[in-house]
């Protein structure tokens, strides 16, 4: 019943495309803290919670020191929903959106792009955060991991080419982008001329 509510609000405010307000916010957090204390081997409350506090980091200035305090709160919610389902595509993109955000590049954040990209290969919004985080920290990223934000950036464009060349522009990379053969059954691919 808690998390249902939650839900609820979370759906609210997001079909009106606004952020919450601070009360909102808090009552959702705590209705999911709530359903947590009652189920804690629950994997989805865990994320549920962290997708709020990385919502809330991705709302502010990066260089905002509370957007560092809701992102490492995030990342901790994240990190347990991943011990507790391994398999989730999504914690681990928003492992790897909160890590880049930081941003740290580390091992931890190589792990979840990979992990993400590959249990998550057609899901949009996993493919859109391995995009956002593995661009915003491309220079730091090893061969293996930078192989595997190639393969989701060219699924990511036959469905998502606006959005993947967005960040592709945002992050000065359109180079990465332009060098998929992919991209040019995309009606955007003159970007790349």
Not at 43 to 51: T, V
Not at 58 to 81: F, G, K, N, V
Not at 89 to 115: C, F, G, H, Q, V
Not at 167 to 173: C, V
């Amino acid at each position: 019943m808690r998390a249902f509510e939650a839900r609820s609000l979370v759906a609210g405010w997001e079909a009106s495309r606004r952020a919450p307000s601070a009360p909102e916010w808090a009552r959702a957090r705590e209705s999911l803290r709530e359903a947590r204390a009652l189920d804690p081997a629950h994997p989805a409350y865990a994320e549920e919670i962290g997708g709020l506090y990385g919502t809330r980091a991705l709302r502010l200035p990066p260089a905002d020191s509370i957007a560092a305090d809701y992102a490492r709160q995030a990342l901790q919610y994240h990190r347990e929903a991943v011990r507790l389902r391994p398999s989730a595509s999504y914690s681990w993109a928003n492992i790897a959106l909160m890590k880049a955000r930081l941003p740290e590049a580390d091992a931890e954040l190589e792990t979840a792009l990979r992990n993400a990209a590959l249990l998550g290969p057609w899901e949009p919004e996993v493919q859109i955060a391995v995009a956002e985080a593995g661009l915003s920290l491309w220079d730091r990223l090893s061969p293996p991991t930078r192989t595997a934000v190639r393969g989701t950036l060219a699924r990511a464009v036959q469905w998502q080419d606006a959005k993947v060349f967005a960040l592709a522009r945002k992050t000065g990379l359109l180079g990465v982008l332009c060098g998929l053969p992919e991209v040019a059954r995309s009606p955007l691919a003159t970007a790349c001329i």
